[in-house]
């Protein structure tokens, strides 16, 4: 089957550096990717992993270890605008996008 | 500017009634989606199209229905057999379905039984 498993919530503080983890398990692999959803807006894209290893993008860093099944996402410098709920997918071998609940990110001054 | 526009952000719906919910973009992509998502729990995927005058169901299709018949257009009617239809409803759209491509969300549409 399919599964895919994020925190549901996680604190930190303005200026500080916060890792938000993903689980998952799937018959067929295709790439991962993380997104960032302000409440009651759509969601944005931020990254896309296919290969193990860490894409930086800025503030913004993700991970990936397929033999693992686990990606990262790392944020870094956070300012309070990054307070929102981040979204990790996985594609599968249907080329489908399975996503996690999400983990809402709440921080603090 | 280039993006997905879904209207209209707020809806109602009365009992045995059809509602119809509009998304339209102009970014020029082939695959379009519409997912919906409830407190707590992942986007699932209701019906997606690939191209134009092509659609296949997703893994909650039941109650809905969408048309394809321009490529930048993809509505979705919520019908009186979907029995639990209050969601908030996005609709997102690709370059192509394969996948590996990024979704592009517009700003969803949120509907509700009065």
């Known amino acids: 089957g399919q599964n895919i498993d994020q925190p549901t919530e996680m604190t930190a503080t303005e200026g500080a550096i916060v890792q938000i983890n993903c689980t998952y398990q799937?018959?067929?692999?295709?790439?991962l990717f993380w997104y960032q959803q302000h409440a009651g807006e759509a969601p944005t894209f931020l990254s896309y992993?296919?290969l193990d290893g860490l894409e930086e993008k800025g503030r913004f860093s993700s991970f990936l270890s397929r033999s693992k099944g686990y990606s990262y996402l790392l944020l870094k410098e956070l300012q309070m605008k990054d307070s929102a709920s981040y979204l990790c997918?996985?594609?599968?071998?249907?080329?489908?996008?399975?996503w996690g609940a999400g983990t809402k990110l709440i921080i603090k001054p | 500017d280039g993006g997905i526009t879904q209207s209209p952000k707020y809806l109602f719906r009365k009992e045995g009634q059809n509602v119809t919910l509009s998304c339209e973009q102009n970014?020029?992509?082939?695959?379009m989606y519409w997912y919906r998502q409830d407190p707590g729990q992942g986007l699932r995927l209701i019906y997606y199209?690939?191209?134009?005058?092509?659609?296949q169901k997703g893994d909650i299709a039941e109650g809905y229905s969408v048309s394809r018949e321009k490529k930048e257009s993809f509505p979705l009617t919520v019908t009186s057999a979907q029995k639990n239809p209050t969601a908030f409803y996005l609709c997102?759209?690709?370059?192509?379905?394969?996948?590996?491509?990024?979704?592009?969300f517009g700003d969803g549409t949120r509907l509700s039984i009065l």
């Open positions: 997918a996985l594609s599968n071998s249907n080329y489908q996008l399975i």
């Open positions: 970014l020029n992509h082939d695959a």
């Open positions: 799937t018959s067929g692999f295709n790439g």
């Open positions: 992993n296919v």
């Open positions: 997102a759209s690709s370059i192509e379905g394969g996948g590996g491509q990024p979704q592009h």
């Open positions: 199209s690939q191209i134009v005058n092509d659609f």
